[in-house]
T-cell receptor, first 114, second 114 residues
Framework: AQSVSQHNHHVILSEAASLELGCNYS??????LFWYVQYPGQHLQLLLK??????LVKGIKGFEAEFIKSKFSFNLRKPSVQWSDTAEYFC????????????FGAGTQVVVTP | NAGVTQTPKFQVLKTGQSMTLQCAQD?????MSWYRQDPGMGLRLIHY???????DQGEVPNGYNVSRSTTEDFPLRLLSAAPSQTSVYFC?????????????FGNGTRLTVT
């Protein structure tokens, strides 16, 4: 079965620390990849996306992600986090030939302490 | 520009009751979908629609019905509520359902079934 795995369920780190969240998927074929963020009490918002081209994509608020096709991975990174980055982060994947079926990972709760 | 509007924000039902969660978007998006969000499980796709008159099942469709009579509206019906349907429900839309356009989420409906 196709799946999206986020390996860290909870991450706690201090301000200015670096963040890396793992995401792996088990789809075959060509995929589109997304990271969404959900701040406390809010709905999900798009952080960044990868469709094709440069495997290193940059998103909002200083986040970036790297697509490594051979590893079926799309890890999210931020060099220096802020308290305002406290949120839940979701990786999502869809096959480019699959209408409507965007699949989400279980999410990673990130807490940044001052 | 309202985006994706969900009503109600909160709802408490008794087992066996029925209700409809409303979702409307004013962006002329072809694709609309319903997800449920449960702790540790991320978002799971319930039903989706790629245009008016067209709906299809997602990952967890049992116990839910949908219809898409207009481009703007995509209501989710619970015919006989069960405690297992206690969750937060998100409606989302995008320009198309191919995965090339990101999802726009509503603010969610928190449903409790007792």
């Amino acid at each position: 079965a196709q799946s999206v795995s986020q390996h860290n369920h909870h991450v706690i780190l201090s301000e200015a620390a670096s963040l890396e969240l793992g995401c792996n998927y088990s789809y075959g074929g060509t995929v589109n990849l997304f990271w969404y963020v959900q701040y406390p009490g809010q709905h999900l918002q798009l952080l960044l996306k990868y469709f094709s081209g440069d495997p290193l994509v940059k998103g909002i608020k200083g986040f970036e992600a790297e697509f490594i096709k051979s590893k079926f991975s799309f890890n999210l990174r931020k060099p220096s986090v802020q308290w305002s980055d406290t949120a839940e982060y979701f990786c999502a994947v869809t096959r480019t030939d699959s209408w409507g079926k965007l699949q989400f990972g279980a999410g990673t709760q990130v807490v940044v302490t001052p | 520009n309202a985006g994706v509007t969900q009503t109600p924000k909160f709802q408490v039902l008794k087992t066996g009751q029925s209700m409809t969660l409303q979702c409307a978007q004013d962006m002329n998006h072809e694709y609309m979908s319903w997800y449920r969000q449960d702790p540790g499980m991320g978002l799971r796709l319930i039903h989706y629609s790629v245009g008016a008159g067209i709906t299809d099942q997602g990952e967890v469709p049992n116990g839910y019905n949908v219809s898409r009579s207009t481009t703007e509206d995509f209501p989710l019906r619970l015919l006989s509520a069960a405690p297992s349907q206690t969750s937060v429900y998100f409606c989302a839309s995008s320009v198309t359902g191919t995965g090339n356009s990101p999802l726009h989420f509503g603010n969610g409906t928190r449903l409790t079934v007792t």
